[in-house]
């Protein structure tokens, strides 16, 4: 045999074999050219407590006006979450967690957007730690640990003092810890359109009754000088078992959410709750709202016009002399759906890869 014919032979044994195990020359192409060519949607702005401007920060705007960077495997999503400046991160796919790597959170700093590709990126077995101020998190699946008891394996958990965070449309399951945490002083802080599922523990507000910088705040005249100022809507919490939320001190605005089969309580009252709720459903809701407060530090739960079904039922009630009844309506603008709208619809648009009605 020549060696034109023995070069022929060879290469097309080799082509053979590429095809054998799934290579396609014109897939390989198709890949190479849809990482890297997400076009970043204008994201808009927050509706809730993420959208007041105060602390020097002009409502939430994450990486806006930064570079944009792309990112597909977990070291360089590492990198990218913890350098500084104003970054928006784009995600493709499963980021699977390096299998030598301790981590079971990644450190986002602050001024960056972090935002999942076409509605596949998917956080493998890690979670992500806010620890600076001005971050939108959105569209990203997060699975960290299974369904447990582990502290700190939350899907996302704020750090000390971190403010104007936004996370929308992502969805949260099966995290060793909360889903969703805005626990250690955090500020001006909304929770949209996500959905949660499979998680014992869900979200909590405050977590320390002695919480000493909350509780000095709460002798402020301005609201937006507390600590704990949230706002959760327009998500779905199904088959979770507790906190959803719990909260102590702050002012926790809640509406429009989605509740079923609820398999511990919906919503906490923590000492010194403030909680403002409007316009949820509740389908089997078991304990709605569920009292964690005390005689000496009582909180307290408004509601309006959410409806009730199935096993749901639960207290609520005015609050006592010295704590302010608010209003949400005071520090930001915002349109209610009815609670027989969020009953029949809210799930085409909650979760990872969906849009707002």
């Not at 994450?62 to 913890?82: A, C, I, P, R, W």
């Not at 602050?110 to 001005?134: E, P, Q, R």
């Not at 955090?186 to 919480?211: A, E």
Request: glycine share 10%.
């Amino acid at each position: 045999m020549n060696k034109n014919r023995f070069k022929i032979v060879f290469l097309m044994f080799i082509c053979i074999l590429l095809l054998s195990f799934g290579f396609n020359p014109a897939n390989a192409q198709e890949n190479k050219e849809a990482f890297g060519t997400f076009v970043v949607p204008d994201l808009g702005s927050p509706i809730g407590w993420a959208s007041v401007n105060y602390l020097g920060q002009d409502g939430t705007t994450g990486g806006k006006g930064g570079e944009v960077v792309h990112v597909n495997n977990y070291d360089d999503l590492k990198t990218q979450l913890s350098s500084g400046g104003k970054k928006i991160i784009v995600v493709y796919g499963k980021i699977m967690k390096d299998p030598k790597s301790k981590d079971i959170v990644l450190f986002v700093e602050g001024n960056k957007t972090v935002i999942g590709a076409f509605g596949t990126a998917y956080l493998d077995n890690f979670g992500l730690f806010i620890s600076g101020s001005n971050v939108i998190i959105k569209d990203l699946d997060i699975w960290n640990g299974g369904v447990g008891d582990e502290e700190n394996y939350d899907g996302i958990q704020l750090g000390t003092e971190a403010h104007h965070v936004w996370i929308d449309h992502c969805t949260v399951h099966e995290c060793l810890d909360g889903a969703i945490d805005p626990s250690k002083q955090n500020r001006f802080v909304t929770i949209s359109y996500c959905y949660i599922y499979k998680q014992d523990k869900t979200m909590l507000i405050c977590g320390n009754d002695g919480d000493s910088l909350a509780i000095k705040s709460m002798k402020k005249r301005d609201l937006r000088d507390t600590y704990y100022t949230v706002t959760v809507h327009h998500n779905v919490f199904s088959g979770t078992y507790e906190r959803n939320p719990r909260v102590r001190f702050g002012h926790v605005h809640v509406f429009n959410n989605l509740y079923e089969n609820i398999r511990g309580y919906s919503i906490g009252l923590g000492v010194n709750a403030n909680i403002y709720s409007e316009s949820n459903y509740f389908n089997n809701g078991n304990v709605v709202f569920a009292k964690y407060d005390n005689n000496d530090n009582p909180g307290y739960v408004v509601d309006e016009n959410s409806i009730f079904e199935g096993k749901s039922y639960g207290t609520k009630n005015r609050p006592p002399k010295f704590l302010k009844r608010w209003k949400p309506s005071k520090f930001y603008n915002y349109t209610l759906h009815e609670a027989s709208w969020i009953k029949e619809n809210l799930k085409k648009y909650a979760g990872t890869g969906k849009s707002n009605p």
